[in-house]
């Protein structure tokens, strides 16, 4: 089989583009974002939108569609307003914009990367409850645990033995082996 090179596809660069009307103001739609774009999104969304161990998927959401007017259009938006995306994504929803852009974006390009995002929020929300997640957690936690720990231990008073089990009983370990440990006891 003979090779042929990449470039003798001649493949186009270029990125069509959608004209709609929001108002009387002309918004520029691209049909498609790269995939450096779209994963820039979703880590973004994930950081954004993660609360209590989970993603929140309605804000999830809202932010995935305010980053697409971002990305897919020529509409640009203010610093104050990107203090408040929400805020951002009520006024964008309600006035029909976000519809108006993703009727722009061809049907397989939005479906694909909103399969994208909800695929990679479940597979966040498995991993950080799951028992390398919590582990991971636990992990991150562990510096400042100790560094409470060694404090304690400055000035250790038979007292504060009961706040070195507890401490250990909540990692999951044995709350007599701080005592083995420290005192020589069983």
């Known amino acids: 089989m003979a090779k042929v090179t990449f470039s003798k596809l001649k ?76 805020g951002t994504y009520d006024l964008l929803e309600k006035n029909g914009v976000i519809d108006t852009v993703v009727s722009a974006i061809p049907k397989d390009e939005y479906d694909s990367f909103i399969e994208y995002c909800e695929a990679i929020m479940d597979d966040y929300d498995k991993y950080k409850n799951s028992l390398v997640g919590i582990a991971e957690k636990v992990m991150e936690q562990l510096p400042e645990r100790l560094e409470g720990i060694n404090k304690l231990m400055k000035d250790f008073k038979p007292g504060d033995l009961k706040v070195l089990q507890d401490a250990m009983s909540e990692f999951g370990g044995n709350p007599a082996a701080v005592t083995e440990a420290i005192l020589g006891q069983k």
């Open 11 to 86: 493949l186009n660069k270029e990125t069509a583009i959608t004209k709609v009307m929001i108002g009387e103001v002309e918004i520029e739609v691209k049909e498609y974002i790269s995939i450096t774009e779209k994963i820039f999104i979703l880590d973004t969304i994930i950081k954004e939108a993660c609360e209590f161990n989970f993603v929140n998927k309605a804000k999830a959401d809202a932010l995935l569609h305010v980053y697409m007017i971002l990305c897919y259009t020529n509409l640009t938006i203010t610093k104050k307003e990107r203090e408040d995306l929400l």
